[in-house]
């Protein structure tokens, strides 16, 4: 099983959404910063964000399990080979990440 290094591409905050629904002073994800690096396998990597895990783990799984040579849905989503990329499922203040298979194999 191989690596799958996920990095913080972007901490966003859809600021209509949050003037609406949001608690007062809502700001971007204070969990994750952009530029982050971490990797991961079959489980969720330290420090990492639970609902962000659930909504990539399916991915991480793919690439970790051999998609790295595959293009996510027939070829109609991502051009490169081994990377997807996704978002956390935070409707107000979502997390843009970029997951890419390595060439670094797990010792489990």
């Known amino acids: 099983m191989r690596k799958v290094k996920i990095t913080i591409l972007?901490?966003?905050?859809?600021?209509?959404l949050a003037e609406e629904?949001?608690?007062?002073?809502?700001s971007v994800c204070p969990m994750?910063?952009?530029g982050?690096?971490?990797?991961?396998?079959?489980?969720?990597?330290?420090?990492?964000c639970d609902e962000a895990w659930k909504a990539i783990y399916q991915y991480v799984f793919a690439?970790?399990?051999?998609?790295e040579n595959e293009l996510?849905?027939?070829?109609?989503w991502?051009?490169?080979p081994g990377v997807a990329i996704c978002s956390c499922n935070d409707g107000l203040r979502p997390v843009?990440?970029?997951l890419e298979a390595t060439k670094v194999y797990s010792t489990v």
Request: no cysteine; glycine share 12%.
């Open 96 to 98: 843009i990440m970029k």
């Open 78 to 80: 991502i051009r490169e």
């Open 10 to 16: 972007k901490t966003t905050l859809n600021e209509e």
């Open 21 to 26: 629904y949001g608690v007062p002073g809502l």
């Open 32 to 34: 994750m910063k952009e």
């Open 36 to 48: 982050q690096v971490f990797y991961a396998d079959y489980a969720k990597p330290e420090g990492f």
């Open 72 to 76: 996510f849905y027939y070829g109609d």
């Open 63 to 67: 690439l970790a399990h051999g998609a």
